[in-house]
């Protein structure tokens, strides 16, 4: 199944890259970084040399819920997405300075990486959190989650296996709402949106808006056992 590409839900922005992160960069990423391809799926097993559950975040941003997660569940694989330079940097500084050895960074297009490097029920999770919520009506086609988007990747995960998303853009929160329960392959594990999860930590940003009164929406819908989305 290819995805449309008429628009990106992203757009490469010239972030500033700190000495730290620029360090990261060339001394880790040789060991942590997985060259995007198309010429053949991604051996998940070669890539973090074990077997083990295996959770994909799409755009990871600069790294610090990836890394928090990471630490706090070894006994897991992570394998994070991200086109922005600095938010890899980042999150390789912080693989580093927890040494973590469970986290593999793609920087790529998320749509080319389901779509050519994963395989089909390869995954045991997908988080996407706080994605762009492209606040502007004309600029909508533009969110990450779209029917399309997400029946891609309904089909990479395991039966059973979960997807969990999260925003604080209540517009974003019922769309992302009207997708999923609209996808066949995905089944709602609560009657609309989910109370947070404790396994995803709070951001400052976060903790910042619910101290204003802003709401955080979070959705957790899983593969369902019976459906085939090949």
């Known amino acids: 199944m290819l995805f449309p590409r008429a628009v990106r839900s992203f757009v ?12 990261a960069l060339a001394e880790l990423g040789p060991r942590f970084l997985i060259p995007y391809s198309d010429a053949a799926p991604l051996d998940l097993g070669k890539a973090f040399g074990r077997e083990a559950p295996r959770i994909l975040e799409i755009g990871f941003g600069m ?3 990836t890394a928090t997660i990471a630490a706090a569940h070894p ?14 940097g980042a999150l390789l500084k912080r693989i580093g300075e927890a040494a973590l050895i469970n986290v593999r960074i793609i920087q790529h297009d998320a ?31 533009r969110r990450l989650v779209q029917p399309a988007f997400i029946r891609l990747l309904a089909g990479k995960l395991k039966p059973g296996g979960y997807l969990h ?9 019922a ?4 997708v999923l329960v609209h996808e066949p392959a995905l089944a709602n594990t609560c009657v609309d949106f989910a109370p947070h999860p404790a396994y995803r930590p709070l951001t400052k ?10 709401g955080v929406w979070d959705l957790l819908f899983t593969r369902r056992r019976d459906i085939d989305v090949s």
């Open 12 to 23: 490469l922005r010239a972030g500033r890259m700190g000495t730290g992160q620029a360090r």
């Open 63 to 65: 790294g610090d819920t």
């Open 75 to 88: 006994e897991n694989d992570y394998l994070g997405i991200e086109v922005h330079t600095p938010g890899v």
């Open 111 to 141: 749509v080319d990486v389901l779509e050519h490097m994963l395989p089909d029920a390869c995954l045991d999770g997908a988080h996407i959190f706080f994605p762009d919520p492209w606040p502007k009506k004309k600029h909508h086609k």
């Open 165 to 173: 998303l999260a925003t604080d853009w209540e517009h974003y929160a």
């Open 175 to 178: 769309q992302m709402l009207d």
């Open 205 to 214: 940003f976060e903790r910042r808006g619910l101290k204003l009164g802003h």
